[in-house]
């Protein structure tokens, strides 16, 4: 019965192809990577702000990380919107429009006075970032 758990594949075994016998080092790179955190005790890796904004407002991770991914909600969409906008206003206008109101917003997090609040302010940044990226493309191709 241990031979049946000791046999070795054999090499026409999909497991040992030659593309994944190549991607073997990186697999166990990145679970070395993904395994220090706990091996050293530290935190997830949630960003620097996080344990200030979980004690001060009290709250948990998911909500840590729905603040942490608030910006790219609305930022993903708006890129579509914002690229045929800046085809249609300019780069120049476009740029200052994004930056402006992603410092608003970004600024004004800062006097959030909770969670649901600062949710808000962090998606509507997301809008502005959303203007700045086509824009700035376009600006260096000109």
Not at 6 to 26: E, N
Request: glycine fraction near 8%; charge should be positive.
């Amino acid at each position: 019965m241990s031979e049946q758990y000791h046999r070795k594949r054999p090499s026409s075994s999909p497991r040992f192809r030659p593309r994944t016998a190549a991607a073997l080092p990186l697999r166990r790179a990145r679970r070395r990577v993904e395994r220090l955190p706990r091996r050293l005790h530290l935190p997830p890796l949630r960003g620097p702000l996080a344990p200030f904004l979980k004690q001060a407002f009290d709250l948990s991770n998911a909500q840590i990380g729905g603040l942490t991914s608030a910006t790219a909600v609305t930022y993903a969409p708006t890129l579509i919107l914002a690229g045929w906008l800046v085809d249609r206003i300019g780069v120049r206008r476009a740029l200052v429009i994004g930056s402006l109101v992603t410092v608003v917003f970004v600024g004004a997090v800062a006097l959030a006075p909770s969670c649901g609040v600062m949710l808000l302010l962090l998606g509507l940044s997301g809008l502005g970032c959303g203007f700045i990226y086509p824009s700035a493309v376009k600006a260096v191709m000109l």
